[in-house]
């Protein structure tokens, strides 16, 4: 049984709602319930206008999941960026972490300007990776800050 994983990048779909925290939380609820139940772990990184996703977990379970975010109307353009199999999880202490690049920027460069946006079809999977784990450093030094 073969652990795999997988990044993709997609645009973000205008939202419906009037806080567009709305949609995360959506998002976050659903993979609280079914990413435990699927044992995937993973990060997904908000930027204002794209999403970038890191999900780990058994091959086709992952492969399946996938399949099912790709169709999901809240976002478009969805691309597969890297997917391999892997020793060991990156993310093993998330169902699904979602975090926002506004507070990777406010953390790293002090930075509050939330209009710039990276587009994320630019960058190497490496680069989209890095991203990914410093999201996921910011909210174990949150955490860590409230505790
Ligand atoms: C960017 C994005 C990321 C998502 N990530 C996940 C996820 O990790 N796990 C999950 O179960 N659903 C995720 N979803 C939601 C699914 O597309 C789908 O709406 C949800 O799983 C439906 O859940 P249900 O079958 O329990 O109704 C995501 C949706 C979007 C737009």
Same mark, same amino acid.
């Given at each position: 049984?073969?652990?795999?994983?997988?990044?993709?990048?997609?645009?973000?779909?205008?939202?419906?709602h009037?806080?567009?925290?709305?949609?995360?939380?959506? @998002?976050?609820?659903?993979?609280?319930?079914?990413?435990?139940?699927?044992?995937?772990?993973?990060v997904?990184?908000?930027?204002?206008?794209?999403? @970038?996703?890191?999900?780990?977990?058994?091959?086709? !379970? !992952?492969?399946?999941?996938f399949?099912?975010?790709?169709?999901?109307?809240?976002?478009?353009?969805?691309?597969?960026?890297?997917?391999?199999?892997?020793?060991?999880?990156?993310?093993?202490?998330?169902a699904?972490? !979602?975090?926002? @690049?506004?507070?990777?920027?406010?953390?790293?460069?002090? @930075?509050?300007?939330?209009?710039?946006?990276?587009?994320?079809y630019?960058?190497s999977?490496?680069?989209l990776?890095?991203?990914?784990?410093?999201?996921?450093?910011?909210?174990?030094i949150?955490?860590?800050? !409230?505790?």
């Amino acid at each position: 049984m073969d652990l795999t994983g997988l990044t993709y990048v997609s645009i973000r779909r205008p939202s419906r709602h009037t806080d567009p925290q709305e949609d995360l939380n959506r @998002i976050q609820e659903a993979s609280r319930l079914n990413n435990q139940r699927l044992n995937i772990t993973g990060v997904l990184l908000c930027t204002p206008n794209h999403y @970038i996703q890191f999900l780990e977990g058994e091959e086709k !379970v !992952v492969m399946d999941l996938f399949a099912k975010i790709e169709k999901d109307k809240g976002h478009y353009n969805v691309k597969l960026r890297h997917s391999a199999v892997v020793d060991q999880r990156q993310f093993p202490d998330w169902a699904m972490n !979602v975090v926002s @690049i506004d507070s990777i920027n406010q953390a790293l460069y002090g @930075i509050q300007d939330t209009s710039s946006d990276v587009n994320p079809y630019h960058l190497s999977s490496d680069v989209l990776f890095g991203l990914l784990s410093s999201g996921a450093k910011q909210t174990l030094i949150a955490q860590t800050e !409230v505790a």
